[in-house]
């Protein structure tokens, strides 16, 4: 198993301009969700998915976009890119539990996005 | 509204000590909690997870208990090795929701 694959590793955009970061799991997780992660500041959650075409909001999903076409990929959009939005973005999955709740989060690399 | 505190933040110790990290949260009705470890520049790898019904978990050197009733959590790792440097992060879930609540994490040194 390749677990939680994010690309790209690095990104530098030019304000206002938007892209995709790229998130995939091999593990049949249900729930994914994209985090950024700042100095001095714990994980925030951005977006999160329970499932295939069910999506919601995290603390701070103001600029971003996704989408949960399928069970492996969970692709996070930036609409117009702003220099706020630079951080480490992390993609994380889990698996539900047969009596209900969600068990251990599984995370990928990190993606390192600068914007200019 | 569950509130996730890590002291200190830092921590610096000889290489060979048992050392104690600790985790503090505010509403005691949490669903599990998980411990983590980041590297520098690196992703977060998941250590321990101990389920509310649970007081403990061991994994080689690194034990993790929980005392909801207190709302404390404590990561022990025993006979600290350089290659335990990193930050340790712990995260709440609460009671039938799908979001993790986040300490901001120990920076922990350890020194040859």
């Known amino acids: 198993n390749a677990g939680v694959t994010q690309t790209p590793k690095f990104q530098v955009l030019k304000t206002g301009q938007s892209m995709t970061l790229q998130c995939a799991q091999d593990?049949?997780?249900?729930?994914m969700s994209w985090y950024r992660q700042d100095p001095g500041m714990g994980l925030r959650l951005i977006h999160y998915?329970?499932?295939?075409?069910?999506?919601d909001q995290g603390e701070v999903p103001n600029g971003y976009n996704v989408s949960r076409s399928t069970t492996e990929d969970f692709p996070l959009r930036l609409l117009s890119a702003a220099p706020s939005q630079t951080s480490v973005y992390f993609c994380?999955?889990?698996?539900?539990?047969?009596?209900?709740?969600?068990?251990?989060?599984?995370f990928g690399p990190g993606t390192r996005l600068t914007v200019l | 509204k569950q509130e996730v505190t890590q002291i200190p933040a830092a921590l610096s110790v000889p290489e060979g000590e048992n050392l104690v990290l600790n985790c503090s949260f505010t509403?005691?009705?949490?669903?599990?909690l998980q411990w983590f470890r980041q590297d520098p520049g690196k992703g977060l790898t998941s250590l321990l997870l101990?389920?509310?019904s649970q007081r403990e978990q061991t994994s080689g050197r690194l034990n993790a208990s929980l005392d909801k009733s207190s709302g404390r959590s404590t990561l022990y790792i025993a006979a600290s090795q350089p290659g335990d440097s990193a930050t340790y992060l712990c995260?709440?879930?609460?009671?039938?929701?799908?979001?993790?609540?986040w300490g901001a994490g120990t920076k922990l040194i350890i020194k040859p």
């Open positions: 994380a999955s889990s698996y539900g539990l047969p009596a209900g709740g969600w068990n251990e989060q599984f």
């Open positions: 593990m049949n997780h249900e729930y």
């Open positions: 998915s329970v499932g295939a075409g069910i999506t």
């Open positions: 509403d005691s009705a949490i669903y599990n």
């Open positions: 101990i389920q509310s």
């Open positions: 995260a709440v879930r609460m009671d039938s929701n799908y979001q993790l609540i």
